[in-house]
T-cell receptor, first 115, second 116 residues
Framework: NAGVMQNPRHLVRRRGQEARLRCSPM?????VYWYRQLPEEGLKFMVY????????ESGMPKERFSAEFPKEGPSILRIQQVVRGDSAAYFC?????????????FGPGTRLTVL | AQTVTQSQPEMSVQEAETVTLSCTYD???????LFWYKQPPSRQMILVIR??????QNATENRFSVNFQKAAKSFSLKISDSQLGDAAMYFC?????????????FGTGTRLKVLA
């Protein structure tokens, strides 16, 4: 059973461009979380999605950032008009879902560098 | 809102010795989960150990154990017989049990160095 997959692993963008980060959850997992890790800091929650629904986006910046998890295909975190402060590692995690204990399984992360 | 505090930015331990990493948290909830994750230079987040708040018994996974003090809101990680491969960033995390969201709240991390 493959783990959580993220691509690309490294992404370089110039200021003002768009960044698209993809996350394929583990097989059978219908819940996806996105976290951001700035240099020398811990992970900060951004958004929690289930298939076709955003459940909690309380950690997502109000502008330029959006996320989706369509019925088919990977979850996408989209950053429009990137700025240098967006440079960070972005981690995706997935879980089977439900209200019982469910561990989140993390992907390897995408390191975004904005020039 | 819940918060997680790791007050030790960096710790060192001699190989084969024991080290304890501290973590405190703040919450008004009675039911929740706590985790320790390891992040080596590869940046992959690796689950080390988990603790359910309703369980009084401290969790143990081989050389890793926790000291969970619910009243004091303390959740420290003890690593016994430290190995060079244990060198990494260690993050403490809190996960709420209710309210429809299961996001993790992470501390700022402790960098563990293992000395040969």
């Amino acid at each position: 059973n493959a783990g959580v997959m993220q691509n690309p692993r490294h992404l370089v963008r110039r200021r003002g461009q768009e960044a698209r980060l993809r996350c394929s959850p583990m097989k059978g997992h219908s819940h996806v979380y996105w976290y951001r890790q700035l240099p020398e800091e811990g992970l900060k929650f951004m958004v929690y999605l289930q298939k076709e629904n955003i459940i909690d986006e309380s950690g997502m910046p109000k502008e330029r950032f959006s996320a989706e998890f369509p019925k088919e295909g990977p979850s996408i975190l989209r950053i429009q008009q990137v700025v240098r402060g967006d440079s960070a590692a972005y981690f995706c995690a997935s879980s089977p879902g439900g209200s019982d204990y469910n561990e989140q399984f993390f992907g390897p992360g995408t390191r975004l560098t904005v020039l | 809102a819940q918060t997680v505090t790791q007050s030790q930015p960096e710790m060192s331990v001699q190989e084969a010795e024991t080290v304890t990493l501290s973590c405190t948290y703040d919450t008004s909830e009675s039911d929740y989960y706590l985790f320790w994750y390891k992040q080596p230079p590869s940046r992959q987040m690796i689950l080390v150990i988990r603790q359910e708040a309703y369980k009084q018994q401290n969790a143990t996974e081989n050389r890793f154990s926790v000291n969970f003090q619910k009243a004091a809101k303390s959740f420290s990680l003890k690593i016994s017989d430290s190995q060079l491969g244990d060198a990494a960033m260690y993050f403490c995390a809190y996960r709420t049990q209710g309210s429809g969201t299961y996001k993790y709240i992470f501390g700022t991390g402790t960098r563990l160095k293992v000395l040969a």
